[in-house]
Nanobody, 117 residues
């Protein structure tokens, strides 16, 4: 059983940075596909970044060059480094862990990120 807890969200000015963390209660190692998703009010939840069990990464076009997803398998933690934040990045960010590409996986509770001056 995997439980995910996100942290690191908050209020930041445009151009600022935040680092989100997702800690897993169980060992995920490199066997889980880890991803960050976000959902703004009135919008569908969208994939922000994903790191595969082989280490390759995928980003939504709007965050390429600004966000970086990484994982520390020893700590069972995945991170999302968010730089050059824009107001459009405002959303609730969710961590997801999937044992395979075909599984629904597990979700964290979400952490609010607000980018505003």
């Amino acid at each position: 059983q995997v439980q995910l807890v996100e942290s690191g969200g908050g209020l930041v000015q445009p151009g600022g940075s935040l680092r989100l963390s997702c800690a897993a209660s169980g060992s995920i190692g490199r066997t889980y596909i880890m991803g960050w998703y976000r959902q703004a009010p009135g919008k569908q939840r969208e994939l922000v970044a994903r790191i595969l069990n082989g280490g390759s990464t995928v980003y939504v076009d709007s965050v390429k060059g600004r966000f970086t997803i990484s994982r520390d398998n020893a700590k069972n933690t995945v991170y999302l480094q968010m730089n050059s934040l824009k107001p459009e990045d405002t959303a609730v960010y969710y961590c997801n862990a999937r044992p395979s590409s075909f599984a629904t996986g597990y979700w964290g509770q979400g952490t609010q990120v607000t980018v505003s001056s």
